[in-house]
């Protein structure tokens, strides 16, 4: 059995798909898997002590070629050293485009909501966010983007091409079932970065108790 | 519709009252509800209720329940808290079908006791109750009146249209008070404190079965179970609309979440999406209340093309400034239109929308403009400013304004600013059922949600 990571291994059995990513267990399993996905590729470290990858340093990314790439590893082996290790996730590198959050939490009184608006460094700064309560379906979604003050980033703004507005909302309507079904009390995939083809989820973070 | 939520209609419509704990002493609960009852013309039998008296106000007065000589459909609680349980158990072996208890003492100051025994009670025989801790109910139409502020301080609405729902009495009160100010009639009120048996989301579910409803207000704190909320409101609000003013929005979002969703998104923010969810319409402020509750005595509209006739330039500006920051927009006018207008202006005015009509306009140029714009295909609404201060206008402009509103073609809209002449030719429009604003801002700020709501019913019709 190789070792999995369980939020990715939930996402997935709601048929919600991570960017390509392997876990390799030593630097040839590695080099195999970033083989097989196509260079660049990003190394994390994957382990239940470390919280903050970056804080560790165990996060590299845009490694080109194999050379690059073990010797990251090396170093982020080095970085963590005397913290217990599951393994090393290699993913492939994430597309360029719109970052946006899709989050998810348990409210008291309503129960499980989810969340969309503008992702990465800028969900703290312009806390530009639609909610709504679960389940939603895709008609909820597009309402959701109309609230958004970066609805034109989404609808394509000077020349740029809307982003692929299918495979977001019916992203945002397996989130909800896996919400439910799933009792997640609080989710964030940040950032999902899309652009008109797709999107690569790139980040999960989740609580289940 | 649950047994104990139909039984609401002995609240809101009872043929006799007892009011439990009446009282001969000026200043206590039990005189204060009794006498307005009596004050408010209530035409049924009122029974009171007290062991320690024969006579309340001029009234034979029963030593308790059970000996009450008839059959009461509404309670009204003026007692200890400690004592309401058993004499709740006598008004179900009575029949009484309603009741509502104004006494604190319950949940609030933790007695869950108490409340688990009234609630028991209540429940076996399906009474509907309002409370405890709580401002009761009113029916202008039934003269129900429980609320115990004396007349002469708060005032009373008359008949209308409009419900509403609020946990607080201390705001219910306000607003029930300046609706009555404002001419702003009610169907039926009703302020439910703690919300034992029945909540929010009973009580608008009746208020969308009855028939008088045609506008629910509520305002809420809290809910304790969000999800029924939600559904409610979203079965009800297709029928009629739900204005909401939800208040604490700063509580719940919670500074040690482990993700940016839990920090990001409070207990307000579940809120917020029930309601947009619900498509319900919410509003931020008690005076955003009042002006959202004004617009809907008017038609909806078509679609979001404004007219603007003014005699005065300058609030024509901000209006259209209100218009696009609310994304509304300016209506093209018809030739015909653009005629009619070119006829009454002095030959160097210009005919564009804002439609300036200039302050030596009077009430005659004003109609022929009106009767024009109503007849415009291109124009959805009409938002008319009206400086009252320009010597050329007389009284004899609210007439033609309400005239042309009468003919309900379209949704008409009115801004007027100023002072106190201003204000009481605005309170004429509003008792007349044309909604006036005295900011420009406002105005649009209703019509948009106004519109919204329209285009989300005829969407739904479709």
Redesign the interface.
Known sequence: MPARIPEFALLEKYGIELIPYGIAKNEKEAAKIAKKLGYPVALKIISTEIVHKTDFHAVKVGLKNEERMLAAYEDIMENVKGHKVTGMLVQRMARKGLELIIGGKKDSQFGHMVVLGLGGVYVEVFRDVSARICPIKRQDVKEMLLELRSNPLIMGVRGMKPIDLDALELLMVKVCRMMLEEDVLEMDLNPVIFDEHGYDIVDVRLRRD | MREDVKNLKSVFEPSSIAVIGASPTTGKLGNVVLKNILDSNFEGKVYPVNPKYQNVLGLKCAPDVHSIDGKPDLAIFAIPAELIPDVMEQCGKKGVKGAIVLSAGFGEIGRKDLDQKLAAIVRKYKIALIGPNCLGALNPANRVDTLFFPFYKLGRPRIGDISFVTQSGAVGSCIVDMAAYFGIGFAKFVSYGNGLTLDESDIIEYFGADEHTKQILLYLE??????KL?EVMKKVNKRKPIIALKAGKGA?ASKA?????????G?Y??????F??AKAIEVNSLAELFHAVNAFSQPFPKGNRVAVLTDGGGLGVLTADALEAESMRLAELSPATVKVIKSILPPYGNVGNPIDIIADSGPDQYRKALDALLADDGVDTIIVIVLFQAPALDSSILDIIVTASDQRKKPIFTVAVGGEYTNESRKVLDRYGVPSYDSPDFAVKALKRFTDYGSFLSKKKK
């Open positions: 809290g809910t304790k179970d969000g999800r939600l719940g979440a482990m993700s940016h969703t839990g920090n990001l998104a207990n923010t579940a809120y917020q999406a029930a947009r969810q």
